[in-house]
């Protein structure tokens, strides 16, 4: 969902806002939420809810509270309370969804301490706030350097300064607890401002910078997703997916969120399963489940004494044989129940649609000079009198 100036051009091409994640209209912004009641109009008697939802950089975003005389709409920047000075943010969302979003992130909009909002930014303000901007980079460069001098086993991923430029927080990944005292006292020599640092894990990075995940969109956790749950391995199990880090980690080097997206499906199939771990006796031998289908409901069992061969039953099957063996009655064998699939699958993929095969394009073209020579041999007539 693009704002107004992320619109296209006479030619097609997109022109883009250029406001690198800080759109004015909150139409292309991380975590957004759509306002649909911005074109409803409030019942006679009602008052306007008195508090707002402010995005600062990245996807952090706040409540504070509006005093009366501040007529304030999504998109307008403004200057907020601190715990010392003030910062600047952008206005993204008004009015009763406010409400919805604090219940929902369990802030108490009647709480005294909740902070306020000053006024709209001024010029002065904007100008300050984006000189202050411009210098993350330069200074996020430069307190790596610092740290890696201290030998501190941290990473430095992101840097925020407040709206009034005199104070940076810091935000950094540690596997451990690191005592940077000393890189507090060298940063605050060298840069001239109050200096926070603030641990963040593995997501939380990851969300912060943002990217690209191996499905070719951006990230979840930089976009729509707002909480992160524990994914376990055993979600990759239950999906039939090989446990592959380098497949299974994302951006962050820890188990895809998407991994539990699925989930409770594939628990819900599987419902109907027998276990796993399930054996098959038969008068021909004991057979072990290799492989399972959720979707088409088939497993695969193979004996104990020729494990490379495989034999296709359906679930339904799989349950007929547990419930003979519970009753001490033993089957022929394996063969009897697959010989069946076989010939169901045989006339489930029969070609009634009329398409053609996918191994067409595998055969070679006949050349033009054997065209030719068939002509020839059908017509020698011709061929004789051309040489005549």
């Known amino acids: 969902m693009g704002c107004s100036s992320c619109s296209t051009v006479k030619d097609g091409q997109p022109r ?40 600062f950089k ?64 001024t010029q002065k303000d904007i100008d300050k706030w984006q000189k202050c901007r411009g210098k993350e980079d330069e200074i996020k460069k430069r307190s790596r350097e610092m740290a890696i001098l201290l030998r501190l086993q941290m990473k430095i991923s992101d840097v925020e300064f407040q709206g009034d430029g005199s104070k940076a927080t810091f935000y950094y990944t540690a596997e451990d607890r690191v005592d940077f005292r000393q890189l ?13 640092m603030r641990q963040i894990g593995y997501r939380q990075e990851a969300q912060r910078l943002g990217g690209i995940g191996s499905c070719g969109r951006e990230l979840c956790c930089s976009t729509w997703l707002t909480d992160f749950r524990s994914v376990s391995t055993s979600a990759a199990r239950y999906q039939q997916l090989s446990l592959n880090p380098q497949k299974l980690a994302g951006q962050c080097g820890k188990l895809k969120c998407c991994l539990n997206y699925e989930l409770d499906m594939y628990l819900e199939a599987l ?15 004991t057979a072990f489940c290799q492989k399972t289908d959720i979707f088409k409901g088939l497993l695969w069992y193979s004996y104990k004494e020729d494990p490379s061969r495989w034999h296709t039953l359906t679930k339904e099957q799989v349950q007929e044989i547990i419930q003979k063996n519970k009753s001490k009655e033993k089957v022929a064998s394996l063969e009897i129940y697959a010989t069946d699939n076989v010939e169901r699958e045989a006339a489930l993929f ?13 055969r070679p073209k006949q050349k033009k000079r054997r065209k030719k020579n068939n002509k020839r041999r059908r017509n020698p007539a011709k061929s004789s009198r051309k040489n005549a």
């Open 350 to 362: 029969d070609n009634s649609s009329g398409q053609d095969s996918l191994t067409r394009f595998d």
């Open 16 to 55: 883009g806002c250029k406001n690198n994640g800080t759109c004015g209209t909150d139409g292309c912004n991380k975590l957004t939420v759509f306002d649909w009641l911005s074109n409803m109009s409030l019942p006679n008697g009602e008052k306007r809810f008195d508090c707002v939802e402010v995005r």
């Open 184 to 196: 507090i006292k060298d940063m605050a020599k060298a840069f001239g401002i109050r200096i926070e």
């Open 271 to 285: 419902k109907d399963f027998p276990p796993q771990e399930s054996k098959l006796f038969t008068e021909k031998g």
């Open 58 to 121: 990245n996807s952090r975003k706040e409540f504070f509270r509006v005093p009366e005389d501040i007529p304030l709409s999504i998109g307008d920047i403004v200057a907020t309370q601190a715990k010392s000075g003030h910062d600047v943010g952008i206005v993204t969302l008004t009015g009763e969804l406010v409400r919805i979003q604090m219940k929902k992130k369990k802030v108490a909009y009647d709480d005294a301490e909740l902070p306020k909002i000053y006024r709209k930014a």
